[in-house]
């Protein structure tokens, strides 16, 4: 298993940049995962690294090994990478055991059979080796084309949506099942998906792609938490920005109040901004003196997600335990719990 | 749900019942001894006829194989010089029946033909020995229906090609296989069913063949057939002849429905990916080139000029009131033939649609079988059956009304028109099926909960729906019928001639060039269902 290494990579389909400058680095080991909405260019990222499209600039390393720049092109077939396809592209015309052997041709007899063994056991389907593609169930074509993936022991695996064709309530737990699998064999992985769940149950560090660039790359408690774009801070978890006045280097004036920030390098004071608030920044205690008016509110099983108007008429979200039912239009009694305000340079629009 | 038997059905059951009469008629035979003549034919010509078949079948499947899978490749994954003409212009050798390419081909390749003249007047000898291979041949058959048949293993695997999801090739790559690993060990083992059911196709098309091989004078059991139903009028032998030929057809059949059943299997439920193409250049884009046109250049183009040159040469005698009464033959039979063939369809599948039965459903298959006999079975079956008829009221009148009917169906155009509608009713169920199968009884009940009445419905629902593929069935029938030849050789009336008939009466006395006008007209008749196929085809892929 091998680290990866992506520098300022570039990539053209005729004459729109798909990729745009885009570096990243996963350690030997380590699971990454791509999110970002359809179109961003994530896929495409990932067939660079395959080897199923071509770069324009920059380069792909692959442990020390350069494996794409703008004058080399190792072909697909000899860069030893495992990929997952979205629709798991598995050969209907072999059975299991020989979807897996494919790549392993040149293993003796004994190893293939040794290798199609435990990596049937890993992926927890022994004893279905002559069973065909279409006689296999959406999850279970799924393990196949990952022990089929691993099966050459590959520098790298990739896998493009590998859980989208799947029933949502299998998505996560399969995605939990396929992490334990990956660290059982230290694999260096990079997954792509427009599910931030799928991408939180599985990764160690995610990327937030658009329109062809990466915006962030980190774990996802920072990308909660410290989203350093609008975008990120809307694709990831929910969340409003509400207007706000930076006072000082520390401090940042709002509707809400004076919230404690960190802007000294970015902004100005006076400057006007947008702060990110996130539902769980807003608790509710119905002993509360500030009061709050409910315009809509959803009821999640767990919680109720209440929208609530302040004194400006910029709305944010609360977070309440679900026995808490409160009526639209009613008051309810809040609390600020946010030690560190994310500040954004003034957004045209409210995000919600 | 169990549905009742209405008086529809009890009609559609009756109708599949008497159309396919010839059919029982002919398997009854395999009950009946054999005779002398079947006894001296097993001794001398069937092992003839049997590895003559066996070889044509094998030298077509190679020769089929060779040119439809390599172009079927190259359209379906390459951007190159003139694809948009040639991946519907690859269609085109349909068009030609393969006795009527045979023809042109032993006109050009004859002694006194322009290749074999040509050839002398390079080696500057007039002398006879220079070698030159005999088109009359096993092997110039093989040639012929290679040339003509491709085209099913071609549009079969191009399909199967184009519509395999391209992350499958790629994950190929992954694996460590290199382009032809992919091609050899992915591609084609996964467009394997569909190349079968193309080639069972081509090879049900040459075991159908009569007038090729009769040409060429290769035995074979339609030949077979045709010279001991002829020459000896022995029903039993040839009925028994006939039985032996629809065994191989049989088999075939059951190849061609097991491979159509698991190619599904093969294309899965994933839609394949939008794809874009890689563009060949420089010489391999000329390559590519070549090797698509070979085909078309040698499966239309040529046998089509050598045609059109014939009908020019002879054109100022054989435009004569004769040759239009011979267009007006066959093109009223055709028409005729096509209506009733096509009201049959609708009757039956309307009645199918409306009982959901699986009964009415198999009924309505097996009306639909004669597409795989033979033309030469299909003529000898209904002959049987309707000779029997007449001679046995002829014998009740004589004895009771003492007066002579002579032959009321046998002989008659009605045994002609009878036997097509029996031969290509199922394209009428196909083309017309496929129609409307688009009118979902949703529909229906849609309309009707928007306040349509019965008629309404036909006249905003269904006519609107199913009139293109009414129009595309109905065209295919009548081509069909304008080329098909040994039915209407044996079953025709006394002194009745269609295109097809003189265009074979022309050959055999060695006039190839006044087989020429009959012959080019029937192939550009049949240029027509070529164009919509191909048209229907881009739609889809579009």
């Known amino acids: ?352 | 749900m169990t549905k009742r038997i209405n008086r529809w059905s009890i009609l559609t059951t009756l109708i599949a019942l008497l159309l396919t009469v010839p059919l029982w008629v002919l398997v009854s035979f395999v009950f009946e001894p054999t005779n002398d003549n079947w006894a001296h034919l097993s001794d001398t010509l069937l092992p003839v006829y049997i590895i003559n078949s066996l070889w044509l079948m094998l030298g077509v499947t190679i020769g089929t194989l060779l040119l439809g899978i390599p172009t079927a490749w190259l359209i379906s994954q390459y951007q190159f010089f003139g694809k948009s003409i040639l991946h519907w212009a690859l269609l085109l050798p349909m068009a030609m029946p393969a006795y009527i390419i045979a023809y042109t081909y032993t006109g050009l390749l004859e002694f006194e033909g322009p290749v074999q003249s040509a050839l002398r007047t390079v080696f500057e000898t007039q002398t006879v020995n220079l070698w030159f291979p005999e088109i009359r041949s096993l092997g110039g058959a093989i040639v012929m229906f290679s040339l003509v048949l491709y085209p099913y293993v071609y549009l079969l695997a191009r399909t199967s090609f184009a519509n395999q999801s391209q992350s499958v090739m790629h994950a190929s790559r992954t694996l460590g296989a290199g382009p032809y690993k992919t091609f050899f060990k992915v591609a084609l083992p996964i467009a394997r069913p569909a190349i079968i059911a193309g080639l069972t196709l081509a090879l049900m098309e040459t075991l159908a063949d009569f007038g090729t091989v009769q040409h060429f004078g290769v035995p074979t059991f339609t030949t077979g057939i045709y010279r001991t139903w002829t020459g000896f009028g022995d029903t039993t032998t040839t009925a028994q002849l006939s039985i032996l030929l629809l065994v191989f057809v049989t088999a075939l059949m059951a190849i061609e429905f097991w491979s159509r059943k698991k190619a599904q299997y093969f294309t899965g439920h994933n839609q394949p990916l939008r794809k874009t193409l890689p563009t060949l250049t420089g010489h391999q884009s000329l390559l590519a080139f070549s090797v698509c046109l070979l085909p078309i250049l040698f499966g239309f183009i040529i046998p089509a000029l050598q045609l059109l040159d014939w009908s020019i040469n002879v054109a100022s005698t054989q435009l004569n009131s004769e040759f239009f009464a011979l267009v007006w033959n066959s093109f009223s039979l055709a028409f005729v033939t096509a209506l009733i063939t096509i009201s049959i369809a609708l009757l039956l599948l309307y009645v199918k649609r409306a009982q959901q039965h699986t009964f009415i459903d198999n009924t309505v298959r097996i009306a639909g079988l004669g597409y795989a006999i033979p033309g030469v079975v299909i003529a000898v079956a209904v002959m049987i059956p309707f000779a029997w008829l007449d001679n046995t009221v002829d014998n009740w009148a004589r004895t009771h009304l003492d007066i002579s009917t002579g032959l009321l169906l046998s002989g008659t155009l009605f045994a002609l028109v009878f036997a097509y509608c029996f031969r290509f009713l199922s394209v009428a169920l196909q083309s017309v099926g496929s129609g409307l199968s688009q009118i979902k009884p949703s529909m229906d009940e849609s309309a009707k909960t928007l306040g349509a009445n019965n008629w309404t419905l036909l006249k905003r629902i269904h006519i609107p729906l199913l009139s293109s593929s009414l129009i595309t069935a109905f065209i295919l029938v009548f081509v069909e019928v304008l080329k098909e030849l040994p039915t209407t050789l044996i079953l025709r009336p006394f002194n009745f001639n269609t295109l097809s008939v003189r265009a074979y009466e022309m050959a055999a006395d060695e006039r190839l060039a006044d087989a020429g006008l009959p012959a080019l007209l029937i192939v550009i008749t049949g240029l027509i269902p070529v164009i919509i196929l191909s048209k229907l085809i881009g739609k889809r892929h579009a």
């Open chain 1, 1 to 352: 298993m091998r680290e990866l290494h992506i520098n300022q990579i570039e990539s053209r389909h005729q004459n729109t940049v798909i990729l745009n400058q885009i570096s990243l680095h996963l350690a030997a080991g380590e699971i990454g995962c791509l999110l970002g909405p359809s179109g961003c260019g994530k896929t495409t990222l990932l067939r660079t690294i395959a080897g199923l499209q071509p770069i324009t600039q920059g380069n792909i390393c692959l442990g020390e090994q350069t494996v794409s720049s703008d004058c080399v092109h190792i072909e697909t077939e000899s860069r030893n990478v495992g990929m997952v396809f979205q629709d798991y592209a598995l050969f209907p015309h072999l059975n299991v055991a020989d979807n897996i052997r494919f790549g392993i041709a040149n293993f003796s007899k004994k190893q293939q059979q040794e290798r199609i063994r435990t990596l049937l056991e890993l992926v927890d389907l022994s004893g279905k080796e002559t069973r065909y593609p279409h006689e296999l169930s959406g999850g279970q074509q799924q393990r196949v084309a990952l022990a089929r993936a691993l099966a050459a022991k590959p520098q790298i695996l990739l896998m493009d949506e590998p859980f989208s064709g799947l029933d949502v309530e299998l998505r996560e737990s399969l995605a939990r099942q396929v992490r334990c699998i990956l660290k059982a064999e230290g694999i260096t992985a990079l997954m792509v998906t427009h599910n931030q769940n799928e991408a939180f149950a599985i990764a160690d560090s995610i990327g937030v792609m658009n329109a062809g660039e990466l915006l962030q790359w980190g774990s996802s408690y920072t990308l909660y938490h410290q989203p350093n774009h609008p975008f990120v801070a809307d694709f990831i978890g929910q969340g409003v920005l509400i207007k706000g006045t930076v006072c000082s280097c520390s401090q940042v004036h709002t509707a809400l109040g004076n919230l404690k920030t960190n802007v000294c390098d970015d902004f100005e004071p006076d400057e006007q901004v947008s702060v990110l608030v996130r539902p769980d920044d807003i608790i509710h205690r119905d002993e509360s003196d500030w009061q709050l008016e409910v315009i809509n509110r959803v009821f999640r099983g767990s919680h109720f997600l209440y929208t609530l108007k302040l004194d400006s008429g910029e709305h944010v979200l609360c977070m309440s335990q679900s026995h808490h039912d409160h009526e639209i239009g009613s008051k309810i009694g809040v609390k600020l719990e946010m030690d560190h305000a994310v500040v954004f340079p003034l957004q045209q629009e409210n995000t919600t």
